[in-house]
């Protein structure tokens, strides 16, 4: 089995900040995690989920326009670890974030955590 769980959603106010934290467990822990692409998607009502960010076993990062000097993310590869600090939020960032964990060149679409809502209101 493997386990991705998000943590770190919530409401906040626009120019506000959240972090979001993902921890593999399971078959994907240990070694082994350092070695998956780690991603956070989002998805928001009558929108189809969008890759957010992604990084790589040697650390190349990848955004969507939208987020790009806005969102960091990062893992720790010793914790499991996957992260996404969101800076400077717009109420359009608000979604439920998914953590994805895909091995290179294995196919289909990996394993999703249960997604976190983040929300960004006044």
């Known amino acids: 089995q493997v386990y991705l769980v998000e943590s770190g959603g919530g409401l906040v106010q626009p120019g506000g900040s959240l972090r979001l934290s993902c921890a593999a467990s399971g078959r994907i822990s240990g070694s082994i995690f350092s070695a998956y692409v780690m991603a956070w998607y989002r998805q928001s009502p009558g929108k189809q989920r969008e890759l957010v960010a992604s990084?790589?076993?040697?650390?190349?990062?990848n955004y969507v326009d939208s987020v790009k000097g806005r969102f960091t993310i990062s893992r720790d590869n010793a914790k499991n670890t996957v992260y996404l600090q969101m800076n400077d939020l717009k109420p359009e960032d608000t979604a439920v974030y998914y953590c994805n964990a895909k091995f290179p060149g294995v196919a289909g679409s990996g394993y999703w955590g249960q997604g976190t809502q983040v929300t960004v209101s006044s």
């Open positions: 990084i790589t076993s040697g650390g190349r990062i």
